[in-house]
Every structure is written in structure tokens, then in C-alpha cells.
């Protein structure tokens, strides 16, 4: 196999969060499902922002956050995603090249604005997302610069990203092009609603294409239509080579054929948002795995750059998750 | 006198910040006064945001800051000041809005865009600020709403104001309108680089149209170009109705006439990011003022919101300044 340019390359709705708090009557009020993450069109975005209270932005997006969160514990990564020519675009192309990330893709010149998450924190750390893809609906197959892709050890998918119809083809000429190269494949299932819309294309990944896959209870729950865990799990290491399973302060489960890890949280005191958790912990899984780790301590610095994240505001990590692994790993 | 529809009018230039931390060496390289705002053109803008690492936005502006710092104490506040109809205008409106405090200036159509502070946080908490000053240089005379000054018990006025010269205008119109009403007029000097690109203009504002006016002890200093606390002190008392000075962790210094007030900081501890701290303390203050509580509680109050802000990143408070007041003042 060739070398390696990019230890991960990312591909994601590139996206600027929108963060404020949030009470519970707010949640309810808005009919919104707590700790899930639901499409909007952009006059509902305009509506829910006019309600919300003063909030902060910050770059996000389920696979950038991952991106970010691996430049942090010191790994090399590549970024492919779509904003517009507009301010929060710029936004989201400074924070993420000030990372040393490669982001090359080309910002839509016109069309609808750079994507917005509008993120309701709830007072219990809980976060309830509300999307407007704007865009993130343009990228395509176009935008998969395959030098890119071969050059990284792992392609890295949000299911987020089966939403924009056009993305899809992009997504899979990237399972593609990685496959072809021997490069391995990685997909997280980002939500239970998203598993819910996708399932059987889901399904087709995890059997089919897709080496690693990442995905918390309730997401791994969806994609089988089973109801409890422990079932979810044991249809789920018969279709894929490795499945790291998160659940919260529960830990997570690794399996791959035979092999099962049971790995505990990392204590994370005080829990202020939870924004970005599963976006980290793929962040320290992977960064384990393409630097040669064992799967428990792959998973043990999957918790390590989650904790970091649930401990402030936003979902990208505050302090150096490098030192931060050194620290705990002694 | 008539009734007062708001407790203060916050007159300032309408600015997004953009935080990111920072090392010395970064405020070495770049020529900057660790503590201290400068102004920048957009293109130094650009080359300087090019250089930062990864941010968060959220509104700033000091006289604004100030007013959603009352308004988190339950004050009734508006809010006079310039952006652009661009994404980050609208953050602006929406935070200050969001907050129940009045803003209509209108929003400029054409020219700059919304300004921006970019905020660079050293691990001492310090913060060092390049302002691009953008929409906020079309704010003039035109913009004043005499009604929203005469209904307001306090006129509050950034020194930073006096950058943009169609402000000063603005400016002015503003104090004279509030004198004429018979109300205060209150003055924060800002920074003690402004203080020195505007002396002149300051002292004769201090002297002959300001009732109340806010300082740290550099600005002061500056102001009557002595070398130390002590010797300002005297001076401003001679020329000024109130004078509260901020001295950081020595606390502030309150002055009128012969009333003389040494009030402690209050604890904060851990200090993450002074940005704020000023037009924390200037609303405590206000607040304490407009409700009718004696100058040693106003300072106390000044002081609780000021540790509340440097507690986290961000210039406006984040939890509820209200409660926290009630707490304390026990």
C-alpha cells in the first residue's frame, strides 16, 4: 500500500453552530425530541433563531468535529464539505485551516447560505439539534477529490450526510475510491432519526462497505428495529469488521469478531453540554487505531476526547487532547 | 421629571467578537499591548484572523455588553448602534433582542461590513483586542432617537465611540439631548489608547457634560497624564459628579465629592478571559444607580457581575447576574 498523506479524511455537512441555552419548556413547546437532531428548511430556522436567547458560534459538523478534535490528539487530517462565499463560511474555513486541517473544497457561489445547527442546551447538559443544511445540499460527487482519499489511511462518514440528496453519490464515490485503494472505511450513524430515514442503505454499509463502524445505543437500536441493547450488539458484529458502541456514562463496547471490549467513561465533572461527545470519542477511537493501538485503548481515548468535550460549551475540544492523552494514558 | 421608559440607553459601536486563545509570543510577533484595543483596517483584518487559531463569535461591543449585562440584572435597557444587513448583523440583533432590550437603530444597507473584535485570550486570562470597526463608522447624528434618550434615567456613552468621526456626532447629540432631559449622562473611557487618541475631547466631556464617569486606572491615569493612581484620583474627583475607577483584583475606587468608597473585588475564581470586565463592572454600577442603592452597594454590584464575566470565555454574563446579586448582597 502506498504511504499515507492524511491519517483520516472527513467528509461532512460543514456547518456553524449556533449555541444558547435552552429550557425544558423550550424543548417541549417547539415539539422537539431532546438530545436528537431534526432537519429544518431555512424560514423554520429564522423562526426557531428569533426565539432562541443570545447564543454563541462556533464551527461544527458531525465529521469536522471529529477532524478537529484529531488535529488536536496530534493526528493529520483532511476535510471535504460545503459552505457558501459568506461570512460563516469564512467561519467555517478559518477555524477549521487554523487547525492545520486540509479543506479544500470550494464554497458555493450562490444558492442558500452556509448550513446553520441551532443547538438548545438544556440545563441537564442534554443538547437538542434543529439543522438547516443550506449549502451542504451542493455538495457532490464533484467536490471527492480521489488524490485525497487514497491518500488517507481512513475515509471517515457521517450519516448526516445521506440527508442532501446529491451528497449520497458523493458519499459513495468516496466509499469507493477508499475501497479501491485498500484504504479502510469508517461510518458513524450520527442519530436515530437520521438511522430511522436511511435504514436500509445503512444496513447495505455496514454489511457491504464500511470497516469501522461508530454509533451510540439508541442509533445501533434503530438501525436493527430491535429493543434493547444487548441484541443490537450481536447483530452488529456479524455485519461489520469493528463496531465501537458508545453509551454515554456507561462507557462503550468494542467488538470485532470475537473480540469485545467493555471500556468505562472517562469521569467528566461537571457535564455542561454534550454537544460534540460522539464526534470526539470517534476522534479518539480512530486516532488509536491509525497510530497502532489496541481496540480497548483505542477506545479508552475515544472517552478521554469526549469528557474533554462535554466539560465547556461547544463541541470542538478547549484544551489539547494530545496532552491530554499523554496525561491519562501514563 | 417625566417617567423613564428604560433605566439605560447604551450608545457604542455594534461589534461581533471573535475569541480565540493565544500565546505572548503571538501578541509579540504582531506588535500588540497585551491589555489594550487597537484599531485595524479590514485588510489587516483578514491577515490577523488568518493567523488566530480556531474562534467562537458572539456579540460584543462594550456599551453593548454593558446593556445585556443589565438586562441579565433586570434592568430596562436599549441599545443605539451600527451594523451592516449581513450574517453577523443579524447575530447582533438577535443576541441584543434576544435579551428584551430595544434595538432599532437601522441596519446599513451598503458600505463595510458588521464590525468585528478579534479577541486574543493569553493564559493569563488577559485579553488583547484589534477592532475592524466596519458599519459602525456610518453611525451618525440621524441615528439618535431623542425620544429613546429622553426616556431613559441613564445616557451611557463608550469612550470607544469617538473612533468612528461621524459618531462623535452621534455622540454628542445624544449627551446634549440627555442633558436637556435632565438626565444622566454616564462615560466609560474604554482603553487607555483611546483615551490618549482623544484627550482633549474626554476632558471637556468629563468636566462639563458627564455625570458618572467609568475608568480602570490606566485609563485615568492617562487621561490627566500622571503616573499614578493616586494623583488621578484627585484630579477626577475635582471634575467629575461621580467617578468609579477599576483597579482589577484591588477592586474599584468610588468617588463624589467628598464620598470616597474602597470597595474589594469579589472573588473569581478561576479567571479564564477578563474580556468584559469593564462593561460588567459599569452595569453592575448603573444598576445599583438607577435603583436607587448607595454608592459602596453600586460598586459590590459592579463587582459581582465583573466576576461573573472573567469566570468563563465571553464578554456578556452567562448565568443569570439577578440571582447571583441577590446571593451575594444576602
Known sequence: MSETRF????IGNAIVDVLAHANDQF???????KGTMSLVDEETAQSVYGKMGPGIECSGGSAANTIAALASLGSKGAFIGKVRDDQLGEVFRHDITALGITFETEAARNGASTARCMIHVTPDAQRTMQTFLGAC???????IDEEIITAAAVTYLEG????????????????KAAEQ??????????DPFCVDRHRDDFLDLVKNHVNVVFANEEEVM?????ENFDEALQLVRADCDIAA?????????????????????????PVVDTTGAGDAYAAGFLHGLTTGKPLDVCARLGGIAAAEVISHVGARPDASLKELAEKKLL
Open 160 to 175: 448526516y450526510l445521506w440527508d442532501p440528496d446529491h451528497a449520497k453519490q458523493a458519499f459513495r464515490k468516496a466509499a
Open 27 to 33: 424543548i417541549n413547546e417547539n415539539n422537539l425530541i
Open 181 to 190: 485503494a485498500g484504504r479502510q472505511v469508517a461510518l458513524s450513524l450520527s
Open 7 to 10: 491519517d483520516v479524511v472527513g
Open 222 to 226: 434503530s438501525l436493527y428495529q430491535v
Open 245 to 269: 458502541l458508545t453509551r454515554s456514562e456507561k462507557g462503550s463496547v468494542i467488538v470485532r469478531g470475537d473480540e469485545v471490549h467493555i471500556v468505562d467513561a472517562e469521569p467528566a465533572d
Open 137 to 143: 445540499v451542493d455538495l457532490g460527487p464533484d467536490d
